[in-house]
């Protein structure tokens, strides 16, 4: 099955595998059932169709468009506050970035799989949802020498995998230097202005990494930068590679990392569910003000204008679709939001009867593919139980290949493709246990930390407008699941302090 987080699913075969043969399962007609909420956001917020007259509207003390991460954490702190609030989604669930699909038996991570800090923000959904984080298990790398390597950063596995000395001291000098950062080391919430110090390392990391002179260090920061950051080292900044990768560096290092059985979306759809008013399918296509009130309109599953009214409104969706969303926005924010950059993604999920990749270890850092940067295994965290084993890939795709994702044809053959070379190199054995295959992805899944993004335009696009709050990920111009739920909890503390009013 290939599946867009739009909704649009698709059966289809694999026609450029040879093996397994159970693969032809897949070949059936191909289905489409097409998704639309995908046509509406194109047609109103892309293409600029005109909007009809609302056939009928809601009053709330706060509307919040978008459920995911951020979309939640602003919703749980106004209703705790006492507020009637209506949080309104175009897809038909709760999660965003992190949701979660039944497979083999269990709950599968599809985009978000962890987080590292359990901070007071993220406590409150915790506690909210009723659902316990466990600790990540270990992750592997594989160099294409037949071995995953385990504790990776330890002197000991250094001096054995690379032999080479610059090398290996260049390693050495990068893992200590991020461990001594300390209070040096970059922050978020992204600062309103960052410290000559700081705003120092808004460049590309590319460039920061060369100074330990290793080509293998180089080749894992950007599998990581890639998969965690949206591209390479080369479009991303110094600031954000150092905040996320000393969370990389390992459980032997004291730095654990935290999950839940069956990932991040376990989190947001437990807290979805204790929400007062969830509305989901309704597509925010145009967003309006006066002196006492916002407008959303949205544009239900059945194609009507439907109006959600409120003296505040907190809007987490991406940035980059604020001026159609909102045409009064002014034309300094306008700029700021284009300046932002967007990674498209897709995953792949191989459901098996024998494991493809190590069942004790969570994430497995492919060095060698062109493809797929690292391959997630949901079955290895503690209180999953599945009855097959699931091999998540993950794909980050540049951004020309956008196009890649609306086209149904076009992603089927890449999806194929990824699989086809991934399963080539397991036994026949592992080949012939395929079961399924599921593909998600979707067209801006994750801002990216461009080189500059940090001085100035990530402030100047998450500016408070009139009675609109702005959150999200992209509100720090870093996509960790932290900032998401900060900066869901901050934009409800403005509406709540009487801020989000002109």
Same mark, same amino acid.
Request: with cysteine; glycine share 8%.
């Given at each position: 099955m290939v599946m867009l987080s739009t909704g649009a699913t698709y059966a289809v075969g694999l026609g450029g595998c040879k093996r397994p043969s159970e693969l032809r399962l897949l070949s059936s007609p191909k289905r489409v059932l097409a998704s639309p909420q995908f046509r509406t956001a194109h047609a109103y917020i892309r293409d600029g169709a005109p909007l009809p007259s609302p056939s009928h509207s809601h009053t709330v003390d706060a509307v919040v468009v978008g459920a995911g991460m951020a979309g939640l954490s602003a919703a749980v702190a106004l209703e705790d506050a006492g507020l009637s609030v209506v949080v309104v989604d175009s897809e038909l669930r709760a999660g965003g970035a992190a949701v979660s699909q039944p497979l083999g038996g269990g709950n599968v991570p599809l985009g978000s799989v962890?987080?590292?800090?359990?901070?007071?923000?993220?406590?409150?959904?915790?506690?909210?949802?009723?659902?316990?984080?466990?600790?990540?298990?270990?992750?592997g790398y594989d160099f294409g020498t037949g071995e995953i390597i385990r504790d990776l950063w330890s002197n000991a596995t250094l001096d054995y995998i690379v032999p080479n000395v610059t090398e290996r001291d260049g390693m050495k000098r990068f893992r200590d230097q991020m461990l001594q950062l300390g209070d040096d080391l970059p922050v978020y919430p992204l600062p309103e202005v960052l410290s000559p110090a700081m705003a120092a390392l808004d460049i590309p990391a590319e460039e920061w990494v060369k100074q330990f002179k290793s080509q293998i260090l180089l080749k894992i920061l950007n599998a990581y930068s890639r998969s965690s950051e949206g591209a390479l080292l080369g479009r991303t900044n110094v600031y954000c590679l150092q905040n996320?990768?000393?969370?990389?560096?390992?459980?032997?290092?004291?730095?654990?990392?935290?999950?839940?059985?069956?990932?991040?979306?376990?989190? @947001?759809?437990?807290?979805?569910?204790?929400?007062? &008013?969830?509305?989901?399918?309704?597509? @925010?296509?145009?967003?309006?003000?006066?002196?006492? &009130?916002?407008?959303?309109?949205?544009?239900?599953? &059945?194609g009507r204008v439907v109006r959600y009214s409120a003296p505040h409104a907190v809007v987490t969706a991406q940035k980059f679709q604020?001026?159609?969303?909102?045409?009064?926005?002014?034309?300094?924010?306008?700029?700021?939001?284009?300046?932002?950059?967007?990674?498209?993604?897709?995953?792949?999920?191989?459901?098996?009867?024998a494991p493809m990749v190590q069942p004790d270890i969570?994430?497995?850092?492919?060095?060698?593919?062109?493809?797929?940067?690292?391959?997630?295994?949901?079955?290895?965290?503690e209180g999953t139980e599945f009855d097959k084993h699931v091999a998540s890939l993950y794909v980050p795709m540049d951004s020309f290949a956008r196009v890649q994702l609306q086209n149904p044809d076009l992603f089927a053959r890449r999806a194929a493709d990824i699989v086809d070379r991934f399963v080539s190199s397991r036994t026949p054995e592992q080949q012939d246990s395929i079961r399924e295959i599921f593909t998600w992805g979707w067209g801006h899944g994750m801002v990216i930390p461009t080189p500059g993004s940090h001085s100035g335009i990530a402030q100047a696009a998450r500016k408070r407008f009139g009675r609109i709050v702005f959150a999200g990920t992209d509100n720090d111009a870093a996509p960790a699941i932290e900032n998401?739920?900060?900066?869901?909890?901050?934009?409800?503390?403005e509406v709540l302090s009487g801020q989000g009013a002109a």
């Amino acid at each position: 099955m290939v599946m867009l987080s739009t909704g649009a699913t698709y059966a289809v075969g694999l026609g450029g595998c040879k093996r397994p043969s159970e693969l032809r399962l897949l070949s059936s007609p191909k289905r489409v059932l097409a998704s639309p909420q995908f046509r509406t956001a194109h047609a109103y917020i892309r293409d600029g169709a005109p909007l009809p007259s609302p056939s009928h509207s809601h009053t709330v003390d706060a509307v919040v468009v978008g459920a995911g991460m951020a979309g939640l954490s602003a919703a749980v702190a106004l209703e705790d506050a006492g507020l009637s609030v209506v949080v309104v989604d175009s897809e038909l669930r709760a999660g965003g970035a992190a949701v979660s699909q039944p497979l083999g038996g269990g709950n599968v991570p599809l985009g978000s799989v962890y987080f590292v800090d359990r901070t007071d923000e993220l406590e409150r959904l915790i506690k909210r949802s009723g659902v316990e984080p466990v600790i990540c298990p270990p992750d592997g790398y594989d160099f294409g020498t037949g071995e995953i390597i385990r504790d990776l950063w330890s002197n000991a596995t250094l001096d054995y995998i690379v032999p080479n000395v610059t090398e290996r001291d260049g390693m050495k000098r990068f893992r200590d230097q991020m461990l001594q950062l300390g209070d040096d080391l970059p922050v978020y919430p992204l600062p309103e202005v960052l410290s000559p110090a700081m705003a120092a390392l808004d460049i590309p990391a590319e460039e920061w990494v060369k100074q330990f002179k290793s080509q293998i260090l180089l080749k894992i920061l950007n599998a990581y930068s890639r998969s965690s950051e949206g591209a390479l080292l080369g479009r991303t900044n110094v600031y954000c590679l150092q905040n996320f990768y000393t969370s990389e560096l390992g459980d032997e290092l004291g730095i654990p990392r935290y999950t839940f059985s069956g990932g991040t979306g376990a989190l @947001a759809s437990g807290v979805a569910g204790t929400l007062q &008013h969830f509305v989901s399918g309704h597509v @925010a296509v145009r967003l309006s003000q006066n002196s006492t &009130h916002v407008h959303v309109d949205c544009i239900d599953e &059945h194609g009507r204008v439907v109006r959600y009214s409120a003296p505040h409104a907190v809007v987490t969706a991406q940035k980059f679709q604020l001026p159609h969303l909102i045409p009064d926005l002014p034309s300094a924010q306008k700029d700021a939001c284009s300046q932002l950059s967007y990674a498209p993604y897709m995953t792949l999920h191989i459901v098996s009867d024998a494991p493809m990749v190590q069942p004790d270890i969570y994430d497995t850092w492919n060095l060698t593919s062109e493809f797929e940067t690292d391959v997630v295994n949901p079955c290895s965290v503690e209180g999953t139980e599945f009855d097959k084993h699931v091999a998540s890939l993950y794909v980050p795709m540049d951004s020309f290949a956008r196009v890649q994702l609306q086209n149904p044809d076009l992603f089927a053959r890449r999806a194929a493709d990824i699989v086809d070379r991934f399963v080539s190199s397991r036994t026949p054995e592992q080949q012939d246990s395929i079961r399924e295959i599921f593909t998600w992805g979707w067209g801006h899944g994750m801002v990216i930390p461009t080189p500059g993004s940090h001085s100035g335009i990530a402030q100047a696009a998450r500016k408070r407008f009139g009675r609109i709050v702005f959150a999200g990920t992209d509100n720090d111009a870093a996509p960790a699941i932290e900032n998401a739920v900060y900066n869901g909890a901050r934009a409800a503390e403005e509406v709540l302090s009487g801020q989000g009013a002109a």
